[in-house]
């Protein structure tokens, strides 16, 4: 597998994700989103999206996407996160303001 376009893709994901309002992320809790996407390289890369509470519910939420192209490295698949806090605003990453409301503001 080649990471570099893993990472490519679950980067891809992360920010398709990230575009999405707190409440829209929260109803995504306990429901894996997965799909599969031919990589630049052309192989085909299993993608799973989680979301669920940091640490406590009503929290923050961590949005984790994992890569894998179903050799060995199903069994340890490489994965990148982001943490959206109830307002909107990313935790521990650098400002790039809070994500919509879900009211469309």
Request: proline share 6%.
């Amino acid at each position: 597998m080649d990471q570099k376009v893993a990472y490519a893709l679950i980067d891809g994901w992360l920010k398709e994700l990230q575009q999405r309002c707190y409440d829209d992320l929260v109803s995504l809790i306990g429901h894996p989103q997965s799909k599969q996407v031919r990589g630049e390289d052309g192989k085909d890369y299993q993608l799973e999206a989680q979301v669920f509470w940091d640490s406590k519910k009503g929290g923050d939420l961590r949005v984790t996407v994992a890569g894998d192209d179903g050799g060995w490295r199903a069994f340890k698949p490489v994965t990148d996160d982001f943490i959206v806090a109830p307002d909107g605003s990313f935790v521990g990453e650098p400002f790039s303001g809070p994500i919509p409301k879900s009211d469309g503001s």
